[in-house]
Nanobody, 116 residues
Framework: QVQLVESGGGLVQPGGSRRLSCVAS?????????MNWYRQAPGKQRELVAT???????NYADSVRGRFTISRDNAKNTMYLQMNSLKPEDTAVYYC?????????WSQGTQVTVSA
């Protein structure tokens, strides 16, 4: 079965940086999959933050473009979200997501809190 295990969340000062990792099991990244990072703040809908396709192209939400970088290491079956210049508005539970055919797989989520 496909599992996505996420880590790297925590408390960050405004302007600080944090890197989230998402390690996949049950699949091999070398085959190529579209993957995404989402986040959800309390009382708000889940938001697509960043996308990386099987071909390596990336896209970002306007709110994070220029500050966040999505990447993947196929040899390690790991996807990353590098978050720089963090703002209090970035506070949310972050999820990694993998698209396998018509089915989505999700990590357990990790809390990122940017202190005021």
């Amino acid at each position: 079965q496909v599992q996505l295990v996420e880590s790297g969340g925590g408390l960050v000062q405004p302007g600080g940086s944090r890197r989230l990792s998402c390690v996949a099991s049950g699949i091999m990244f070398v085959y190529g999959y579209d993957m995404n990072w989402y986040r959800q703040a309390p009382g708000k809908q889940r938001e697509l933050v960043a996308t990386i396709t099987r071909g390596g192209s990336t896209n970002y939400a306007d709110s994070v473009r220029g500050r966040f970088t999505i990447s993947r290491d196929n040899a390690k079956n790991t996807m990353y979200l590098q978050m720089n210049s963090l703002k209090p508005e970035d506070t949310a539970v972050y999820y990694c997501n993998l698209v396998l055919g018509s089915r989505d797989y999700w990590s357990q989520g990790t809390q990122v809190t940017v202190s005021a």
